[in-house]
């Protein structure tokens, strides 16, 4: 899968703060990559640097395998994104609004504004001015703003701020079709993990400026799933034996004589005699179940996202 974000080393300096701190971020081709953390944790400072909006202090940033300070006009070109207030005329239409931005981006298909309009769905109401519309719906006619001229990726920060649990879903909605339908690469920032929870393939938890971790959801789901982890004297053995007498086949070795099993959770006394009567010492036995939230509490050491 190739990159289509890579940074390097990148960094942010304000004052003596560091905003954002070496951070080595990879989004991949079709990913939905949700960049998550807490208020003030850098997501922002990181999305605007992307967008060329402000310049980093350090730092490397290649889009789509190039270098953003090289190719920068035609590689934004490329890129759809909502940061911060929408800057729509409330006194206008939907359609008047996008037509003002259509211009000024260049985009002259007659049919762009309909489209980008029916894909998030408020082309039912062509009469209707921004400024009676919901906060739901001027996100997603940021969203529409956002892919006027078919961006290949899409940066959408904190789409979801402010929004009601319909609202959220219908932008959750749009993100995934986006993903699926139009085969863009999706980077989208949040403070709430359900919600990344269910739309991200990959995430990278940033805390304080730096890049805790960058994992896929189905790694963090297998890594939180409920198990029985046994460290033993030999583990290679002790997964032969699994295999061969109990038929088990759903584990994993994890080095350092860690072996876990992620089924015949209840049948662990079983298991710690078949190891100890094939001559395996079982010097611990643990049952688990890692909440993903615990996960991330330990991970950014005591605060809560969300
Ligand atoms: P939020 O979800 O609250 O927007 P965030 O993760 O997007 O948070 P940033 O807005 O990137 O966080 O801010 C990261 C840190 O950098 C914060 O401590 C913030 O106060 C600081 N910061 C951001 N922009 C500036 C600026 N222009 N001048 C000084 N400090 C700044």
């Not at 929408?86 to 609004?97: K, Q, R, V």
């Not at 211009?103 to 309909?114: E, W």
């Not at 993990?193 to 790694?219: M, N």
Request: no cysteine.
């Amino acid at each position: 899968m190739s990159a289509i974000i890579r940074t390097t080393g990148l960094t942010k300096t304000y004052g003596d703060q560091k905003a954002v701190d070496r951070l080595d971020l990879t989004v991949g081709q079709g990913q939905i990559y949700g960049f998550l953390g807490r208020n003030g944790a850098g997501k922002t400072t990181t999305i605007r640097m992307l967008l060329g909006l402000i310049k980093p202090t350090e730092g490397q940033i290649e889009l789509f395998g190039e270098n953003l300070f090289k190719h920068k006009r035609n590689l934004l070109r490329r890129i759809g994104s909502i940061v911060e207030h929408s800057g729509f005329y409330e006194n206008l239409t939907g359609a008047e609004n996008l037509l003002i931005n259509a211009r000024l981006m260049g985009v002259h298909k007659k049919t762009a504004i309909q489209d980008a309009l029916e894909i998030v769905s408020l082309h039912q109401e062509p009469k209707k001015l921004v400024g009676q519309y919901s906060m739901g719906m001027k996100q997603r006619l940021g969203i529409a703003r956002a892919v006027l001229h078919h961006p290949e990726l899409l940066i959408l920060d904190e789409p979801t701020n402010g929004l009601d649990p319909i609202g959220i879903k219908e932008i959750r909605r749009l993100i995934k079709s986006l993903a699926e339908e139009r085969k863009m690469t999706i980077l989208i920032s949040s403070h709430i993990l359900p919600e990344i929870e269910q739309l991200a393939d990959q995430i990278g938890i940033v805390h304080q400026g730096r890049l805790l971790e960058e994992v896929s959801f189905e790694e963090l789901r297998k890594r939180n799933r409920k198990h029985l982890e046994f460290q033993v004297s030999d583990d290679n053995k002790a997964a032969m034996l699994l295999e061969k007498e109990l038929d088990i086949h759903d584990y994993e070795v994890r080095g350092e004589g860690k072996i876990r099993v992620y089924s015949h959770i209840g049948r662990q006394a079983a298991l710690n005699r078949l190891f100890v009567e094939n001559g395996i010492d079982v010097s611990r036995l643990t049952i688990s179940e890692d909440r993903l939230e615990d996960y991330f509490i330990k991970l950014i050491g005591g605060g809560t996202i969300g």
